[in-house]
């Protein structure tokens, strides 16, 4: 304290009082007090945050008086700093937008993750087809529960159909009708190179399709068109697809009519309540659920995606050994005329 602040503590007290004495020392030992409680408010802000050694002329307050706004602004600092990473990073969570984007491999399947998207879930016993009994692991309260470890074998061998039909060159048509399927329905065709169908099947598309002619032309294997004229024979046959994949074969009952009119295999989520026979090769699961449909989808179209770039390398390869024989049949031709002149 300066000795002008001190005479200035002094003239505070009116001079004609004759309490002038008492009040000088009330109003030092408040100064004394503040003082003291200086430290202590130091001590005790410190060991609550931090950041204070890196402001050094930060008064704190006292205890019984709001935050001042310097340490409001460092309080949430030190806040920040702690709690600012929780919660941004991550693990072991279910994400179900990859089933679309990157859907996992048919060897990559697993009970946990079929499990996760709620492929086990079946419907209750009043709606239950007694056919799929041996798809059935148990049931809670009155609804039934799909043996998944059955699902990962019957989606496995319906992946090595959707292959080899890819990797031959056949026609996939993907059917899914219900609300929030079409995304995962796009990119299954996509991947496939094949077709799908999301608002409505329009009954006759295969049966009558001799009554709507539409133009034709011949692909070789590397899906480019030959430019070879058709035979009449050749514009009058049938064309249909080679295998035709259902999400939710209640939904699309004529169109599985059709395909088994036309005698084309077909691949269909079972559920508890759908009779496994109205498929070619059946896959217990959860039809009702996107999470479920979704992940099969993506399952059933990584497998052809994998047959589909197999049968193009093939191709490619096939290609560049018959351009290099032509090549070679050439070369000999020449030298030979060449020869003779």
């Given at each position: 304290?300066?000795k002008g602040?001190f005479?200035?503590?002094l ?9 002038r004495d008492?009040?000088v020392l009330?109003?030092?030992q ?6 003291n409680n200086?430290?202590r408010?130091k001590k005790q802000?410190?060991s ?8 050094p002329?930060l008064?704190p307050?006292?205890?019984?008086k709001?935050y001042?706004e ?6 949430q ?7 600012g ?7 072991n969570?279910y994400?179900?937008h990859e089933?679309?984007?990157?859907p996992p491999?048919p060897?990559d399947?697993?009970?946990q993750?079929?499990m996760?998207a709620?492929?086990?879930l079946?419907?209750?016993?009043s709606?239950?087809k007694?056919s799929?009994?041996p798809?059935?692991?148990?049931e809670y309260?009155?609804i039934?529960?799909?043996d ?6 019957y989606?496995k061998?319906a992946?090595?159909?959707v292959?080899g039909v ?5 026609v996939?048509v993907f059917l899914g009708?219900?609300?929030g ?15 799908y ?6 009954p006759g598309t ?9 133009l034709?032309h011949e692909v ?5 068109p ?7 024979d ?5 064309v249909k697809?080679?295998l ?8 699309c009952k ?6 088994n009119?036309?005698?084309?295999p077909t691949?269909g989520?079972?559920d508890t309540?759908v009779?496994?026979?109205?498929v070619?090769?059946p896959i217990?699961a959860?039809?009702?659920?996107n999470?479920?449909?979704n992940l099969i989808?993506?399952v ?5 995606e994998?047959?589909?770039n197999?049968r193009?390398?093939k ?11 032509e090549?070679?049949a050439?070369?000999?031709a ?8």
């Amino acid at each position: 304290m300066t000795k002008g602040e001190f005479e200035e503590l002094l003239n505070s007290a009116p001079r004609p009082t004759l309490q002038r004495d008492d009040l000088v020392l009330q109003a030092f030992q408040k100064l004394f007090k503040t003082f003291n409680n200086k430290d202590r408010l130091k001590k005790q802000f410190s060991s609550s945050s931090a950041l204070l050694e890196k402001f050094p002329n930060l008064i704190p307050t006292a205890a019984n008086k709001p935050y001042s706004e310097s340490e409001l602004a460092v309080r949430q600092k030190h806040h920040a700093l702690l709690m600012g990473n929780l919660g941004s990073n991550i693990k072991n969570v279910y994400k179900p937008h990859e089933d679309i984007i990157n859907p996992p491999r048919p060897n990559d399947v697993t009970v946990q993750k079929l499990m996760a998207a709620g492929a086990h879930l079946g419907h209750y016993r009043s709606l239950w087809k007694h056919s799929t009994q041996p798809f059935i692991h148990g049931e809670y309260k009155d609804i039934h529960i799909i043996d998944l470890d059955k699902t990962v074998g019957y989606l496995k061998r319906a992946s090595k159909i959707v292959e080899g039909v890819a990797e031959n060159g056949g026609v996939i048509v993907f059917l899914g009708l219900a609300q929030g399927q079409y995304r995962a329905v796009r990119e299954a065709a996509k991947r496939c190179n094949g077709y799908y169908v999301t608002h409505k099947w329009v009954p006759g598309t295969i049966t009558n399709a001799l009554e709507n002619p539409q133009l034709r032309h011949e692909v070789d294997f590397g899906d480019s068109p030959t430019a070879r004229e058709l035979t009449p024979d050749e514009n009058i046959q049938l064309v249909k697809p080679d295998l035709l994949v259902v999400l939710n074969p209640l939904e699309c009952k004529v169109a599985i009519k059709e395909a088994n009119q036309a005698k084309i295999p077909t691949i269909g989520i079972v559920d508890t309540n759908v009779d496994p026979d109205c498929v070619t090769y059946p896959i217990p699961a959860n039809d009702d659920s996107n999470r479920s449909t979704n992940l099969i989808c993506g399952v059933l179209a990584r497998a052809g995606e994998a047959g589909y770039n197999r049968r193009l390398s093939k191709y490619q390869q096939y290609k560049k050994r018959t351009d290099n024989s032509e090549q070679e049949a050439i070369e000999p031709a020449t030298s030979t005329a060449t020869a003779s002149a």
